[in-house]
């Protein structure tokens, strides 16, 4: 029994208007469950997950605060920025103006944030759209290009169904590994990027040291 | 000197002239300009930072403006004057002033040092300046501020352009005295604002204080530094949920169970680190230990599942608790932090207790045998920590750990399955055998015999309260326990057994089971067997209660004493409500044990200052009163005259009275081990006999059962005898339930009785119509038959009509012939008598007579 094992810590922030489901993507990615009524989140709540990238053979221990998208709470949200690997940037399909708030909350993240925070742009309730198709107020192609003139990933998903969820949290982490692959964290740069450590406690994480001078290293 | 001139200057003023502190700080105020030279501001910070203190309010009037400025520009570039500037802010917003009066002052100018935020985003960015001196300084100044107005200064920390890193960064620092400040700086921060809480952890606090604890050597270091650590990880986890979830998926919670030299991945067949079980202590230590084990309380009671060290830290609060030389305070702390499932492992748990060697002041510990955990548990409650070490003095720790303990008992007997499995272990092998000699009957049966032992007085109590926890609104136990006959006590083994000597010592020791068979023991048991039926353990505790009463009412028994005795009736009386109630055969077993009789006497004559002893005997009474429903020689109609002779309304309200006694008042769900004496105001004479003495009188199971059954025994004890059971209820929810249950039962059933008649009516009368319909049926076949006979009838009828009609028809005809014929023999006899007159004329004979008959024929 060797405990978790994992090579990277990546710190996530869920950021966006208030209602678009950030909570819901946090609670599908890890429960794996569809949060039906949340409550309006109040200040920051926390979770985790391991994600294994098979194609850098990496496991990523995935920390994700889920901050409030209430304007009262948004002093408080910029304070966790800083200290982020990833971002998720959200928005929903069927509202139109939490996709033009998208812009406000973008530069919030540059203003604050590392230059190096991977943001991913999740139009989040296409579920809606399915069989609907009138309720889309926001059109794929028109978020795509924004994603695309503002170096942002982007993807549709669903936390009601789980479309897409986990390949926004992957394709962000790639993302980040890609950045770390490339040199383009040190180690001490970016608060959220971690690699795991012995710490003093006795739980020994397997392989973390050798993995970590060679990634760091190319 | 350069300064010291400068100063001097300044303060002397260009003419000599002695200066006013106003015109000086005035003027020290004006060179704070930017137009200065930085060396003169420095100068006149220094200089106003002198008289700061003793000039609190001019200093502040006329120059904070100015220094909160050069704190802004001038601290980056030289760290002196920015140190000294804000050590002179310090000074002007000090609010723990030696001269009260000044302490206002230090509100109102903390107040204006928050009026815009820049101060404080300013400071926060001086938390990781190059000058230590300058950190140190901001530290402090930001610390006197949350202090003083701690929401103001929380808003403004959570928009810091600068982010909570500096603060954290802080903490990494060598060093005692920056290290303080800082810890000092974060509890302020933290207390009470969850996003603050959750902010830092995401900057990796959490990290941060484990590496100071770590750091300065665990546990064990003298330092102050690992308590306030602690204390600020407390904090942050407590009421935190997104912290809780957190913190567990980090490698910390492992390292919570290492200070305490726990192995976090222990499994459930290896043995305990003896380095765990048998550690140094002192005061430093135990209080950082309790800490340690306060987080891993909350983390073991928080949501969500899959807590990696769930087991390990499940098995170290009961190793703790049971198997350690750690304070007793920690050990019940261990108990109180225990979640409820962690019990059911209880039984399959090997403990190796410790026991100090006497006279070694605890520097030397014997590892006693091993046994189960919750042998060890039962044992802990009946005899207290260390087999009754130091159960005599009935100190509050000790007395708390027991009580703790029962809780955790009480967790294991959630399933009722559990309860019946231990009363069925204390029963007769076999109908001609006593039960097995178990603690908790050894502690159940022992004689109240004066002069009462109070370490016996206490296992007593607990396993009264232990006993009533198995057989409580519990049907089948209570079945069950009726039969329990308990072994002999043999003059000998009673006191000797009570003393915790290293003889009777072994007597509890639960993994012995039955005692070493001693050939007195065995005859006595023999005499004794011949001379009576052995008695059930509800028969033997009715005698104790009529022995305890008899003892307390011996003249001469010193308050002590009077009270021992009380102690033990009411837990006497206490078991018995809780065991006769709903318990007809229990109640009838008690009234023909002679229990009716010892209650009625008690009443008879009340003590006029205790409440709690008259009230619980007519609580009892009450209960034998209403559920006295079993045909037998006492019936309810047999003690009806009894209850109305001592006064139904009175029982009913010395019952009532129980309520304000503190004995009951005070106690709660983890609150029942009180000061001795309670209530002082009974006895303002008493003088317990150890210093810092506790005592037990119930537990919160009973108080709450007799809150909630007070009101039904205090109704049905002035009901008739005829009256039915009205109390069949639980708790007081419970009885309100049952209450508009029965209602409802009773409403319906009225319902149904309403609409069985109706269905009888409509029944009856659906028979009689039946009938009818049958009577009709067959009147009409009559009346078919009748109308069939009529037609017939009629066709007869017709028939004879026809036929009359017919005959009239004929007679007419012959009637006409006749008449024809009479008018033919009319006219024949006038045609005749006309020939004859005819022929006379003519002469001829005529015979006379014809014409003579023919007149006779027709006279006649």
């Known amino acids: 029994m060797a405990g978790i094992s994992w090579h990277y810590v990546l710190k996530f922030i869920i950021t966006g208007d208030a209602a678009v489901g950030k909570s819901s993507l946090l609670v599908r990615l890890t429960d794996q469950r569809f949060l039906a009524n949340p409550d309006p989140t109040l200040g920051v709540e926390f979770g985790s997950k391991l994600i294994t990238i098979p194609e850098e053979n990496k496991v990523v221990k995935l920390q994700c605060w889920d901050t409030a998208g209430t304007e009262s709470f948004r002093s408080i949200t910029r304070s966790y920025y800083r200290g982020a690997a990833g971002c998720l940037l959200v928005y929903d399909v069927t509202s139109r103006q939490s996709f033009q708030n998208a812009r406000s909350w973008l530069a919030d993240v540059r203003t604050h944030a590392d230059p190096h925070l991977t943001c991913i742009l999740v139009g989040n309730k296409v579920d809606l759209c399915a069989d609907d198709a009138a309720r889309r107020q926001v059109p794929t192609e028109e978020a795509e290009l924004w994603a695309k003139e503002e170096g942002l990933l982007f993807v549709e998903a669903s936390a009601k169904s789980g479309v897409n969820v986990d390949a926004a949290f992957e394709s962000a982490c790639r993302d980040i590994l890609e950045k770390i692959r490339k040199g383009v964290f040190d180690d001490d740069r970016s608060p959220g990027v971690k690699l795991s450590k012995p710490t003093n406690g006795n739980v020994a994480v397997d392989g973390s040291n050798g993995s970590s001078s060679t990634c760091c290293g190319t | 000197m350069d300064f010291l001139s400068q100063t001097y200057v300044a303060l002397r003023g260009p003419t000599g002239a002695p200066q006013t502190p106003d015109e000086t700080v005035t003027r020290l105020a004006d060179r704070l300009s930017p137009s200065t030279l930085l060396a003169d501001r420095r100068a006149a910070v220094l200089a106003l930072k002198g008289l700061a203190r003793a000039h609190k309010q001019i200093v502040a009037d006329r120059a904070l403006p100015g220094l909160l400025d050069i704190i802004q520009t001038d601290a980056d570039v030289d760290p002196d004057i920015g140190r000294a500037a804000i050590e002179c802010v310090s000074s002007v917003c000090d609010t723990l002033d030696l001269q009260y009066a000044q302490r206002d002052l230090g509100y109102v100018h903390t107040d204006r040092v928050l009026e815009n935020d820049r101060t404080v985003h300013k400071l926060l960015a001086l938390l990781a300046d190059q000058d230590r001196g300058l950190r140190h300084s901001a530290c402090l100044l930001l610390t006197s501020i949350v202090h003083v107005r701690p929401q103001k200064a929380q808003a403004y920390f959570l928009k810091a352009p600068v982010g909570p890193g500096p603060l954290v960064g802080l903490l990494e620092e060598p060093g005692d005295v920056i290290c303080h400040a800082a810890l000092n700086l974060l509890s302020a921060l933290i207390r009470q604002s969850p996003e603050i809480q959750k902010v830092l952890a995401f900057d990796g606090v959490f990290e941060k204080l484990f590496a100071i604890v770590t750091r300065d050597g665990g546990l ?208 007769p092998p076999s109908p001609s ?428």
């Open chain 2, 220 to 427: 064990d270091s003298p330092n102050t530094s690992v308590e306030e650590a602690l204390k600020c990880v407390d904090t942050l986890l407590r009421f935190n949920t997104s912290n809780q979830s957190y913190f567990r998926e980090t490698p910390l919670p492992a390292l919570l169970a290492s200070l305490l030299y726990f192995d976090p991945n222990i499994q459930p067949d290896m043995p305990v680190p003896q380095e765990f079980a048998l550690q140094f202590w002192n005061s430093s230590k135990a209080q950082a230990a309790a800490l340690v084990l306060e987080a891993i309380g909350i983390l073991l009671g928080s949501k969500g599942t899959g807590l990696r060290e769930g087991y390990a830290f499940t098995r170290l609060l009961i190793e703790m608790a049971m198997a350690s030389n750690a304070p007793t305070r920690l050990k019940v702390q261990c108990l109180r932090l225990l979640p409820a499932s962690a019990a059911v492992l209880l039984p399959d748990m090997v403990l190796s207790p410790y026991m100090p060697v006497p006279e070694t002041n605890g520097e030397e510990w014997d590892r006693l045998e091993e046994a189960t955990g919750i042998d060890a548990l039962l044992e802990l409650i009946m005899h207290g920590e260390y087999n009754g070490l130091d159960a005599t003095r009935r100190q509050k720790e000790g007395m708390d750990l027991r009580g703790n303990a029962v809780g955790v008992f009480e967790n294991f007997l959630l399933d009722d399955r559990v309860k019946e499995a231990i009363v069925t272990g204390m029963l």
């Open chain 2, 433 to 860: 055998e006593r039960s097995p000699v178990t603690p908790l009957l050894f502690g159940l049966i022992l004689p109240p015999n004066s002069p009462l032992d109070r370490v016996n007085v206490t296992s007593l109590q607990f396993a009264s309260v232990l006993f009533a926890h198995l057989i409580r609104h519990n049907p089948t136990t209570k079945a069950l326990a009726r039969q329990i006959v308990p072994p002999a006590l043999t003059p000998m083994s009673a006191p000797s057994s009570a003393t915790s000597g290293p003889g009777g010592g072994a007597f509890f020791v639960p993994a012995d089971g039955a005692p070493p068979p001693q050939p007195e023991v065995a005859e006595a048991k023999d005499a004794e067997e011949e001379e009576e039926d052995p008695q059930t353990l509800l028969q033997l505790i009715t005698e104790h209660l009529a022995l305890a009463f008899l003892s307390r009412s011996r003249a001469g028994l010193v308050d002590r004493e009077q009270r021992e005795c009380d102690r033990v009736i009411c837990m006497y009386l206490a078991l018995l409500s809780q065991w006769l109630w709903e318990d007809p055969q229990a109640v009838r077993v008690f009234l023909e044990a002679g229990g009716l009789g010892v209650l009625v006497e008690q009443l008879n004559q009340p003590s006029e200052l205790d409440v709690v002893v008259p009230g619980l005997c007519a609580f009892l009474l009450g209960i034998c009163y209403e559920f006295n429903r079993e045909p037998g020689e006492i019936t309810r109609a047999t003690m009806y005259p009894l209850l109305t002779r001592l006064g139904a309304d009175v029982l009913a309200g010395r019952t009532a009275r129980v309520r304000d006694d503190e004995r009951i008042k005070v106690v709660g769900p983890d609150f029942w081990v009180l000061p001795c004496p309670t209530p002082t105001a009974l006895n303002p004479a008493f003088i317990p006999m150890y210093e810092n003495e506790t005592e037990v009188w119930f537990d919160w199971a009973f108080v709450e059962f007799w809150k909630s059954n007070n009101n039904t025994i205090q109704r049905s004890i002035v009901a008739d005898p005829e009256s039915a059971s009205s109390s069949a209820a639980q708790s007081g929810e419970e009885s309100v339930l049952v209450a508009s249950l029965r209602t409802v039962i009773a409403k319906q059933s009225a319902e149904i009785e309403a609409l069985q008649t109706k269905l009888k009516e409509l029944s009856t009368a659906s028979s009689a119509a039946t009938k009818q319909s049958a009577e009709l049926a067959s009147l009409q076949s009559k009346v078919q038959e009748l109308s069939a006979g009529a037609e017939a009838a009629a066709a007869k009828l017709d028939e004879e009509r026809e036929a009359l009609e017919a005959e009239r028809a004929k007679r007419a005809e012959v009637e006409k012939e006749q008449e024809d014929l009479l008018v033919l023999l009319d006219e024949l006899s006038s045609k005749r008598a006309r020939d004859k007159v005819l022929m006379r004329e003519k002469g001829l004979d005529v015979s006379e007579d014809e014409g003579d008959d023919d007149e006779d024929d027709e006279a006649e």
